[in-house]
T-cell receptor
Framework: NAGVTQTPKFQVLKTGQSMTLQCAQD?????MYWYRQDPGMGLRLIYY???????DKGEVPNGYNVSRLNKREFSLRLESAAPSQTSVYFC?????????????FGEGSWLTVV | GQQVMQIPQYQHVQEGEDFTTYCNSS?????IQWYKQRPGGHPVFLIQ?????EVKKQKRLTFQFGEAKKNSSLHITATQTTDVGTYFC????????????FGGGTRLMVKP
């Protein structure tokens, strides 16, 4: 049982380049999330998908887009990367909405924008 | 800005000493969750507190939810090197939907 799998694990981008972070979960969860983690800032929600077919902005959505491809997969796209987007990105999922539900995190994607 | 403040940001302890991290909010919280992240790893769920004044224990870890549901604490008794990592609280605010807001985390370092 893999849980939440995200790729790539490491990526270096040049300013202005685009890329997509892929995420898949095999727990049949309804809700999926993308967070970024910066030193001293904890985890900040970028976008989430409460259920298949829906997506909503989180706390820091600017510069990102998401796609809930199906129940298993939720991708995060950076259309024109900026150095401020250098961060560790975590995909996560939960059975339903976050209240009362355990969130399961992927192992993280380390992104550097130069 | 952050609505959930976590202190301290860092803590160095000698192995065997106790450790406490605190999570505070000016807003009443619906519930609070605690996560642990090992260095280079990902956050892993530890526990959820829902009721006012609730106290839960997991071996050497004691979690507490304040009576006013505006603060919470995690206390580790007799720390071990395996306790090293960053501890995050994550809370749902009343009347703020279902999303969790994470505290900034407390990084625990244990000297053997």
């Amino acid at each position: 049982n893999a849980g939440v799998t995200q790729t790539p694990k490491f990526q270096v981008l040049k300013t202005g380049q685009s890329m997509t972070l892929q995420c898949a979960q095999d727990m049949n969860h309804n809700s999926m999330y993308w967070y970024r983690q910066d030193p001293g800032m904890g985890l900040r929600l970028i976008y989430y998908s409460a259920s298949e077919g829906t997506t909503d902005k989180g706390e820091v959505p600017n510069g990102y887009n998401v796609s809930r491809l199906n129940k298993r997969e939720f991708s995060l796209r950076l259309e024109s990367a900026a150095p401020s987007q250098t961060s560790v990105y975590f995909c996560a999922s939960s059975e339903a909405g976050q209240v009362g539900n355990t969130i399961y995190f992927g192992e993280g994607s380390w992104l550097t924008v130069v | 800005g952050q609505q959930v403040m976590q202190i301290p940001q860092y803590q160095h302890v000698q192995e065997g000493e106790d450790f406490t991290t605190y999570c505070n909010s000016s807003t009443t919280l619906s519930n609070i969750q605690w996560y642990k992240q090992r260095p280079g790893g990902h956050p892993v769920f530890l526990i959820q507190l829902v009721k006012s004044g609730e106290v839960k224990k997991q071996k050497r870890l004691t979690f507490q939810f304040g009576e006013a549901k505006k603060n919470s604490s995690l206390h580790i008794t007799a720390t071990q090197t395996t306790d090293v990592g960053t501890y995050f609280c994550a809370a749902t605010m009343n009347n703020a939907g279902n999303m969790l807001t994470f505290g900034g985390g407390t990084r625990l370092m244990v000297k053997p």
